[in-house]
């Protein structure tokens, strides 16, 4: 059989039906940060250069060797465990 070889890596995963409610049981009403919030610093910025990823505020992300799935209402986001990942 043949070896896996894993390696480090950030992940963000977003459940988006059950992601308010999250929020909430976590944080309860006096969160700092809401779903709107973070809807608004995913948003397109003005038009980036050629071969330049940019998401939202973060930037430009091209070399963060990022990976994206998505499945049902489920997003998975993985990086390089860098600064800009």
């Not at 976590?26 to 038009?47: C, F, H, M, W, Y």
């Not at 997003?75 to 465990?81: A, D, F, Q, R, W």
Request: net charge negative.
């Amino acid at each position: 059989m043949p070896m896996v070889n894993y390696e480090e890596r950030f992940v963000a995963f977003v459940d988006i039906l059950g992601f308010e409610d999250l929020i909430d049981r976590s944080v309860g009403s006096n969160r700092s940060v809401t779903p709107v919030q973070i809807k608004e610093a995913l948003l397109t910025p003005d038009p980036a250069e050629r071969d330049m990823i940019v998401l939202g505020r973060i930037g430009d992300i091209s070399d963060s060797g990022h990976r994206m799935v998505a499945f049902s209402d489920s997003v998975v986001i993985t990086t390089n465990p860098t600064e800009q990942g």
